[in-house]
């Protein structure tokens, strides 16, 4: 069980001019699950083998338990690693296979015997222990993979993609097995993934990485109602954010979003912060997620002035919803709407921004100016 | 030596690497120049005066010789061992040239040592070398060679194996068919694409490494020699693999640590090019954009080489990058506006392989 505390971590590749991972601060709890996320080249796997401890640390300091560790050797640090290539091996039963580590560290019989069967019956694999790799399927071999880290009963888990080799359903039935394993063992879990679906579901805690440095580290939830910047706002969430260039503009003692054919008077609880954060008049990027787009009777019955008109370009059947590409002007956007109601591609739609749910971005620095944030407090106070 | 010459009633002269002006010999192999025979013995050359040199003496002075380096008295150094040294220690032209010189002769090593003949063909060398952080304590090695070979037995088969580079990495050998059978039990290729037979070694090696960084904790790098058809291509087999091993230097990208001879010629091809070349090719090509290749869009190359992979099907190699068809077409777009290349075009995508190719090269020579 042990806390991991990374503290201003760079990492500079030998020859490289840059460092790839810069000031990474985290702290990370006993027992906790966290999910590094982000695009491809981000720098989650060198920040994870760093960890590990086979990629040495450029500068900072990397804790684990109580230890400092950055000079640990990484078969001293407690940790087990899995992969996206899980390695099996193709001529031992799964009992072999699982039991292969703990035999070359010279644990005595008994004691391998003990875990095997431990572990075993927390995979639910008891009953394959005597086949060989060849007769087990995807989702099986994942799991005695699991199986010869859980064994050694390391302090930490880390995993890089583990899933990313398996099809789209079994990925889906293994990551909730990895969670369920988590609670299970109550051992401190790392895992990265570049998948943020993956990240939303799994993680306690998830940090959305670019470029080597630490985004947004958060819940899934505040992540995703709270995305500090553009980059985790279109990041997380499927589809992505929608994003519409426009400004700020002071009108008669009322604020409104304004943009080609797109007029939004802004909730008078937020009056504050507008002023405050030195935005009216600016260059804004107003975000609003698919699913706050309604084209409900009753939504637009309720708040007639924030409907902005859109024409149906593409429409696209995900069973119990559609999502409709549209053009605003000259913005294209997606809604995410009820399949009941029939689309017509060419078609005109209104959509009803529930501008609770809006978030608006310095149009320069990308980063929110915490209207989604502001709502969610006055919501509590009021 | 010495006994030797006296012996068989020989007179010899050692000179020493450098001390003449002429090309040295390379180390193992024999030349006769001006009527004189000389044997390159890595530091230098014996020639040896007056003497006709009959074929299987001097095969048996070689082996005598090298097998019996200085230092290595009490291991007993097996000569295809001493090979590999040796050619570790030549550049990458001198690899290539005795590469193609000996595949011209077919030079034989059928009167090696006796274990020679117990090798299994058709088979591959592979050497193995645990990449330990400088601070790891002096046993790291030895742990870690013990974890390399219990791995591969258990992942493969028992194997030849013998320590190389002084004691650093591990010579191997291994026969096809037990890759053939591993590739088979582990099921490891996704039914819509199984792989060719030449992919079917790589990929058992890539686990094989996988294997090892998991179970030890340890990043390994492995290269993989030719196919040994037969024991006449032993030596050369030992040479592709160090020009496999070597490649590794210029191939910074992505973490990969597993070479195989033949996945890479025009990575080959490009190391072979002196550096002014490489600087006009990159000049050539910066020409029709607006920046120099330093400048360019993050991720070209990433972007080249998942187009190369996916045969420019932009949208299997979005789904390789596991980004968006769209955001990919809009990288692509925005490659196209800064380099003045279309990754989508087999023209234009090749120039940017080249390039990048060229970009890692001369960072390998910085
Ligand atoms: N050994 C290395 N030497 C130099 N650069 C490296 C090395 N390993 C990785 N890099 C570079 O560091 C950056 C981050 O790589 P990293 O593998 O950490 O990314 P990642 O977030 O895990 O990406 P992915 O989702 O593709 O796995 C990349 O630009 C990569 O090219
Ligand atoms: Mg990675």
Redesign the interface.
Known sequence: MARVLLEHIYKT?G?ASEPTVKDFNLDIQDKEFVVFVG???CGK?TTLRMI???E?ITDGNLYIGERRVN?V???D?D?A???Q????????SVYQNMA??LK?RKVPKAEIDKRVQEAAKILDIAHLLDR???ALSGGQRQRVALG??IVREPQVFLMDEPLS?L?AKLRVQMRAEIRKLHQRLQTTMIYVT??QTEAMTMGDRICVMRDGIIQQADTPQVVYSQPRNMFVAGFIGSPAMNFIRGEIVADGGKFYFRAPSISLELPEGRHALLKNSGIVGQPVVLGVRPEDLHNEEVFMETYPDTVINAQVEVVEHMGAEVYLHCSVGSNTIIARVNARYPYQVGSNVKLAVDLNKIHIFNAETEESIGFATAGSKQEVTV | MARWAKALGLRYIFDEAGASSEEGVACGSWRLENGVWQLGVGDGVVRFADWDGPAEVREALTWTLLALQPGDSERGRHPLAAWYDHCRQLSLHALAEQFSGEAAEGAAMDKGGPELGAFTYPGYFLVLSPLL?????SD?WK?AR??ML?VMR??LCDVWNKDVADGTQILTYVPAQAFD??F????LW?SDHPPKHADRTRTVV???A??I???????VAISVSMPVLEQAQLRQAILSLAMASRLHGAQ?VG?QRVAVFGDQPMAFLLSAVPESALRTILAMVSARSASNPEEWPN?WM?LTRAMMRANLNVSEAARA???HRNTLLARIEKVYEETGFDVRVIDHLMVLHLAALAMEQQ?AY?
């Open positions: 590749y020859g695009p491809s080249g796997t590990a401890g086979l040495d000079d050797a990484p078969k640090r940790i690693m899995v992969f290539n899980y390695a099996l091996y193709p001529h031992m292969f580590g070359l060989k790799p060849k010869r880290a080799n099809d570049h998948d | 952080r400088r601070d790891e304590a790291a742990t013990e974890l219990e258990a992942t059978t591993a088979d039990d582990l099921s996704t890539d686990h094989l996988t294997a960084r998991e179970e030890g904790l340890i990043d910074r973490g991720g990433e990058m596991y980004v960072g910085n």
